[in-house]
């Protein structure tokens, strides 16, 4: 493995950098973070880097629960020298300084909260008793007391201000500003970034940026998204009252929204976004018609290699991808990493990392196996 303070120098920008290799991404639920989470893998892979995968057979950092360091695998072997961290956690920067460089650059991303919960009610819907309880997402959006129990917290965090509860905060606490203006300011001192799932490609061009990475570490195929059909449509009065529910989710968003459109005009302007924005879209349709025998994501049943189906959950028909047939094998194993789901992508890197321990089980085939790999 490349030491953690090694950097890979990157010279064609005006002046140049050196790329970030220690990075931390808080995945936060139903925000486009699968996408960002095989991008971080992809990139710790191309460069030897370390990962902070989860422990034994999980594939979270013991999420619900607050992270502790030991939720790592191998953390009291390896200590502080892992690279990467970007599985679920539930964010507790004391204990993630434990396991990462004290140069580590940190970034998460947000989410809409209206879209954000209709899309956390179809995922959720068999799991999340206040969800389960009610007929479709307008009802629970109606009266959400009715169906909502704080005390079930494990199950109800999906139901009100996930991200908040993601970013290590109590989901239920009163809106109150001093709170709030709290929370949001000790966001800004533990993260170097907040990202903007709504405007995601731009997203990748700010990230691109702030790590000083290439525009094909940022490339992507929008992975865990579901099928059309099964989007419930909110109403007017529905909307309105996620910002209610929500307040705490709403005024995060809100809050980093503006400061990301700051970034964009502090650092590199408008116009070179929406240039590299448009390559970014270039250079992805390019590698959709060489790895993809649909040119797009398709639905579950339409998937033929089981390995690489991805989990599916609730009411969403979560949407995955067929790879033409005849990719010589460079081309073939760039591709699958494009692909693969997040569950077999990080049981894969955990049998890489971590030979000696037991596989992560998957009732899935494995799309390559390490063998393959050496």
């Known amino acids: 493995y490349l030491s953690p303070s090694c950097s890979i120098s990157k010279s064609h920008d005006p002046v140049p950098c050196h790329a970030k290799t220690n990075v931390m991404f808080l995945k936060t639920h139903k925000t486009g973070s699968s996408t960002v989470l095989n991008i971080m893998f992809r990139f710790a892979e191309r460069y030897n880097l370390t990962v902070a995968l989860p422990a034994d057979q999980l594939f979270h950092l013991g999420y619900p629960r607050t992270f502790l360091a030991h939720f790592v695998e191998g953390f009291e072997a390896i ?201 970014l879209r270039t250079r992805q349709k390019e590698l959709m018609e060489t790895c993809l025998s649909d040119q797009e994501a398709v639905r579950k049943d339409h998937i033929s290699d089981k390995a690489l189906l991805p989990y599916q959950s609730g009411a969403a028909n979560i949407l995955g991808y067929n790879l033409k047939q005849d990719l010589d094998n460079r081309t073939l194993r760039t591709c699958q990493k494009m692909v693969v789901p997040e569950l077999q992508y990080t049981s894969y890197l955990y049998a890489v990392q971590h030979p000696h321990k037991k596989r992560k089980e998957l009732s899935l085939p494995l799309p390559w196996t390490s063998r393959e790999e050496k």
């Open 79 to 279: 200590g502080q020298n892992y690279n990467i961290m970007c599985n679920h956690l539930r964010f507790n920067p004391l204990e993630v300084k434990k396991v990462m460089a004290a140069n580590t650059f940190y970034f998460s991303i947000l989410r809409n909260p209206i879209p954000l919960l209709e899309s956390s009610y179809a995922y959720y819907k068999s799991y999340v008793p206040a969800f389960r309880n009610s007929k479709n997402v307008n009802e629970f959006l109606a009266s959400p007391m009715k169906y909502y129990h704080p005390a079930d917290y494990r199950e109800s965090i999906y139901a009100r201000n996930i991200m908040w509860f993601d970013f290590g905060y109590d989901n239920n606490a009163e809106d109150d500003t001093n709170y709030t203006q709290a929370v949001l300011e000790e966001i800004e001192q533990n993260f170097h970034l907040i990202l903007i799932a709504d405007y995601f490609d731009e997203s990748m061009i700010i990230l691109k940026h702030a790590l000083c990475w290439d525009l094909d570490d940022v490339i992507y195929f929008k992975l865990n998204s579901r099928s059309q059909e099964t989007i419930q449509a909110l109403t007017p009065e529905s909307e309105e009252q996620i910002k209610a529910w929500c307040s705490l989710d709403w005024k995060l968003y809100l809050h980093f929204n503006q400061s990301f459109w700051r970034r964009v005009e502090e650092t590199i302007g408008l116009e070179v976004l929406k240039k590299e924005v448009d390559l």
